[in-house]
């Protein structure tokens, strides 16, 4: 075998049973910087050995075995050994036999990588860290990826995740999954992450590209483990819903040369559905549960709104409405004002909506925030108002931080140059 073949089998395994991988050594050797360093070592030593022995019939089982023998030796490296490094030595012997080819599942997703989900997004973490380290020991990315995928120099990332492990450490999270008291809030964090890294591929804050559909991909793979892990919490499977809905557009939203299309001008014919049907098998899941609808399944009701419109104009506005005033309740936020101000828009009209958005700019809770002036330009361009609505569009332009969406808002605004006011 090849060593580019070999290399290719080493990432696909990583890949794909990268985070089982770690979660197993971390509850094995206690210590996620420890797990990952030896899982390191084992990813070399296949890289090495699997030329000559071929691939093992279970990749995964042999690197998790490998790298708990590796701790094993460096516990026995140790100049003095006492009895405590001796007991736990013995125990990480027990623990590498177990790893033997018959028992270990790839199809099997267990408590340990919930437990490595909380870990990463713990909140002794800020979210920037949580953000890193999820994608880091979860997704399995590396840090260059990471660092390129927010924009950041790899030595940045690097330091960030460094320092993410060392406060664990130093706050000494065990690796488990919260006490059920302590669940609801830290789902919810996890969740957030999640979400957070899914948007930042659907809609790039900053950068050359109006979308990272890998970062929004990888968002969405943890997503789904995340869901089969806790199948009796409605808003993992609204999550799900919403991310599938979601990224089911992700074809028809630009152009070959990456040129956004908004939705309103998007072929739906090239909207994925396959990954609608499971978004709607997910969001049918939430409801199963029967504890009603929470922010994430409301939205992905709105997902499915637009997902079973076969045109634009077929939408139906008057309920993403409701939806949108069902989440000002649950989840209360400016952006989710402004996302109704722009349903209200659709469904009624633009005057009421400008009514919506003109409150939110006296309240100067969305200064800064370009999509506040880029839908009251569009508004007041529906009302005749056009030097007005250009001067708004120019603003969210001089605002964005996505060079795509810049060109898209001065477009838009040279669009209504020249039309009466």
């Not at 050359?208 to 009796?232: G, K, Y």
């Amino acid at each position: 075998m090849t060593d580019d073949a070999v290399r290719n089998a080493v990432d696909a395994v990583w890949r794909i049973d990268g985070a089982k991988i770690v979660a197993a050594l971390t509850r094995t050797v206690g210590d996620l910087d420890l797990a990952e360093d030896v899982a390191g070592q084992a990813l070399l030593e296949a890289i090495e050995q699997w030329p000559a022995t071929g691939i093992p019939r279970n990749p995964a089982a042999w690197l998790t075995s490998v790298a708990t023998r590796r701790a094993i030796d460096g516990w026995r490296r140790r100049e003095r050994l006492d009895e405590r490094y001796a007991h736990f030595a013995r125990e990480l012997e027990n623990d590498a036999n177990r790893f033997d080819e018959d028992g270990w599942d790839p199809d099997r997703i267990d408590d340990d990588v919930l437990r490595l989900i909380f870990m990463a997004c713990h909140p002794v973490l800020n979210r920037k860290a949580q953000v890193a380290l999820t994608l880091r020991v979860v997704g399995g990315l590396t840090t260059e990826e990471i660092a390129k995928a927010f924009l950041v120099p790899t030595a940045t990332m690097q330091q960030r995740i460094v320092r993410a492990k060392k406060t664990l450490t130093a706050a000494k999270v065990v690796f488990e999954v919260p006490p059920r008291d302590e669940f609801p809030s830290r789902l919810s964090a996890v969740l957030g992450v999640l979400y957070l890294i899914f948007n930042e591929g659907y809609a790039a804050s900053s950068g050359t590209e109006w979308m990272r559909t890998d970062l929004s991909s990888e968002a969405l793979r943890l997503t789904r483990i995340l869901a089969e892990l806790v199948p009796r919490e409605p808003e993992a499977h609204g999550l799900v819903a919403l991310m599938e809905l979601s990224a089911s557009r992700f074809g028809a939203r630009t152009t070959a040369d990456g040129e956004p299309i908004l939705l309103s001008d998007q072929d739906r014919a090239r909207w994925d559905r396959t990954q609608i049907t499971r978004g709607l098998v997910a969001l049918a899941r939430a409801d199963d549960v029967g504890r009603g609808r929470g922010p994430y399944g409301l939205q992905a009701g709105i997902a499915e709104c637009h997902a079973r419109a076969a045109t634009f104009e077929d939408t139906d506005w008057k309920k993403i409405v409701l939806l949108y005033e069902a989440l000002q309740q649950l989840a209360p936020s400016p952006v989710v004002d402004l996302n109704h101000a722009a349903a209200v828009s659709m469904a009624y009209g633009p005057a009421p909506a400008l009514e919506f958005v003109d409150k939110l700019v006296a309240s100067g809770e969305l200064a800064g925030y370009h999509l506040l002036p880029s839908v009251r330009g569009e508004l007041l361009g529906k009302l005749g108002r056009t030097e007005e609505a250009r001067t708004e569009l120019l603003e969210a332009a001089r605002l964005a931080g996505n060079e795509r969406e810049k060109v898209v808002l001065i477009a838009k605004a040279d669009a209504l140059r020249g039309r009466n006011t």
